[in-house]
Nanobody, 127 residues
Framework: QVHLVESGGGSVQAGGSLRLSCALS????????MGWFRQAPGKEREGVAA???????YYADSVKGRFTISQDNVKNTLYLQMNSLQPNDTAMYYC?????????????????????WGQGTQVTVSS
């Protein structure tokens, strides 16, 4: 059974950085599109970034140049490095895994395309 466990959230001031981690219960990168999503109170879940074993990486316009998605295949861990954090980055952050066909520029950001989800980690950015 697949398990995804996020960690690394916390509270930071605007301009600060955090690195989120998503530990996977099994090696998934060769067979899954891996993504990060976030959901703020009262808002829909939105795609932040996604990556596939081919090296393709996708980012929401709101985080381009500030966030970086990466993976450590030895540790079976997905990361999201978040720099220059702003108050509107405040949300619960989730990692997710979906079929390889999810990782295209027109589909990676749809939550319904992902089969497996972690429980989330809270990120709070204060001004």
């Amino acid at each position: 059974q697949v398990h995804l466990v996020e960690s690394g959230g916390g509270s930071v001031q605007a301009g600060g950085s955090l690195r989120l981690s998503c530990a996977l219960s099994q090696y998934m990168y060769s067979s899954h599109c891996m993504g990060w999503f976030r959901q703020a109170p009262g808002k829909e879940r939105e795609g932040v970034a996604a990556t596939y074993t081919s090296g393709s990486k996708y980012y929401a316009d709101s985080v381009k140049g500030r966030f970086t998605i990466s993976q450590d295949n030895v540790k079976n861990t997905l990361y999201l490095q978040m720099n220059s954090l702003q108050p509107n980055d405040t949300a619960m952050y989730y990692c997710a895994a979906g079929p390889p066909g999810t990782c295209y520029s027109w589909s990676w950001y749809y939550p319904n395309n992902y089969n497996y989800w972690g429980q989330g980690t809270q990120v709070t950015v204060s001004s």
